[in-house]
């Protein structure tokens, strides 16, 4: 076995259903809070701090690309005509293919999909890049 954390890829599915594969770059798994002070009055030595709303980055997903990329096209083509808030879950995968961890995700949409650069004068790996909109975590198997 190898040690954690090395040779990950990050699998997809949305609604359970739609199988988007494996990706090798995952950026905005985040949740930041608004912070709101209140200065309670008689007491000048203090001030509490509360938490205000939940603000999540969008996700964006990236890999070389592959047999997979036609099941985003797929996916893209269903929500083209209504966009339907899914749900979605990004699975850790070790490097013999086991579950490390999964986040779940609720309200998601695609805001972006990029496709390569077609260029055979260059040696550059051809990679897509797909963006996904979240209004939060949950901690549910999905």
């Given at each position: 076995m190898g040690l954690p954390g090395l040779s990950l890829r990050f699998m997809v599915v949305i609604d359970g259903q739609f199988e988007l594969g494996d990706w090798t770059k995952c950026e905005g798994l985040q949740v930041e809070y608004d912070i709101f002070s209140y200065k309670e009055g008689g007491n000048n030595g203090f001030v509490h701090r509360l938490p205000g709303r939940a603000q999540y980055q969008n996700i964006r997903l990236t890999r070389p690309i592959?047999?997979?990329?036609?099941?985003v096209m797929t996916?893209?083509?269903?929500?083209?005509?209504?966009?339907?808030?899914?749900t979605a879950a990004i699975t850790v995968l070790d490097a013999d293919g086991e579950p490390v961890t999964t986040w779940n995700l609720v309200g998601v949409f695609?805001?972006?999909?990029?496709?390569?650069?077609?260029?055979?004068?260059?040696?550059a790996t051809a990679t897509?890049?797909?963006?996904?909109?979240?209004?939060?975590f949950i901690g549910v198997p999905l």
């Open positions: 592959d047999d997979s990329t036609s099941a996916w893209l083509a269903s929500v083209q005509s209504r966009v339907t808030p899914s695609p805001a972006k999909w990029s496709g390569p650069t077609l260029d055979v004068t260059t040696n897509e890049t797909l963006e996904l909109v979240h209004n939060g």
